[in-house]
């Protein structure tokens, strides 16, 4: 069974930054891509990045040269590396494989 828990969220200041991690198991993680998506309150499902086996990565508009998106196949771990937050990233973050997700860790930017 695939799993996913994310960690790392909370409260920033605009113009933070956060680490988000999601630690997986249950499938063969360095040979698959890898995603994050985020739900900000009252809004739908929104892709943020992706991160294939072989390295390529790609990242929405809206958070293009902000955010990175590495992964660690030793540790089984995928991460997200947001900067310079603005309030608008204020959501939860999911990480996700194929069709599923895991609970999300809530990220909050605000002064």
């Known amino acids: 069974e695939d799993q996913l828990v994310e960690s790392g969220g909370g409260l920033v200041q605009p113009g933070g930054s956060l680490r988000l991690s999601c630690a997986a198991s249950g499938f063969t993680f360095s040979t698959a891509a890898m995603k994050w998506v985020r739900q900000a309150p009252g809004k739908g499902l929104e892709w943020v990045s992706t991160?294939?086996?072989?390295?390529?990565?790609n990242y929405a508009d809206s958070v293009k040269g902000r955010f990175t998106i590495p992964r660690d196949n030793a540790k089984n771990t995928l991460y997200l590396q947001l900067n310079s937050l603005k309030t608008e990233d204020t959501a939860m973050y999911y990480c996700?494989?194929?069709?599923?997700r895991g609970r999300g860790t809530q990220v909050i930017v605000s002064s």
């Open positions: 996700g494989v194929g069709g599923v």
């Open positions: 991160i294939y086996s072989s390295g390529p990565t």
